[in-house]
């Protein structure tokens, strides 16, 4: 049986389908740390973190941050369930930016009955939300 070549990768989120595309490589964050997929990858299910995820069509990288949920891999498919996930192009970088000052502000000044993991979750995923935005506008 010949490898595939290309493979068929699907993101959605409880709201609405992000991506369905033909790609070459994708690179995914698992709650593990990053890895990467290209055709042929052995059958693996992976929890996602917080993190930016990048896929590859030619020579042309797109990027998204997503957060939290899971990713199927099969040798000809990647399908990613995420609780949230936003296209480069579609982040607003001056509201990314004042989530993460928010969150900045509030994990310097704690208070008592403060759900510091909840604060944290929110830095985490304005900083993705940024670097996503810029990794885009550079074209890496």
Do not use: C, N
Request: charged letters at 30%.
């Amino acid at each position: 049986m010949a490898l595939p070549t290309h493979l068929a990768l699907e993101l959605v989120t409880p709201d609405r389908a992000i991506v369905h595309d033909r790609v070459d490589e994708v690179e995914i964050p698992g709650a593990d740390g990053y890895f990467g997929v290209l055709p042929g990858h052995t059958p693996l299910l992976a929890m996602l973190q917080v993190g930016v995820l990048w896929y590859r069509k030619g020579r042309e990288k797109f990027h998204l941050s997503v957060a939290f949920g899971f990713a199927e891999v099969q040798p000809d498919r990647v399908t990613i369930l995420a609780q949230l996930a936003e296209r480069a192009e579609e982040i607003d970088v001056s509201r990314a930016e004042a989530a993460r000052k928010r969150a900045e502000e509030r994990m310097a000044r704690p208070v008592i009955d403060m759900d510091f993991e909840r604060a944290r979750i929110a830095l985490l995923k304005s900083l993705v939300r940024l670097q996503a935005a810029e990794r885009a506008r550079i074209r890496t």
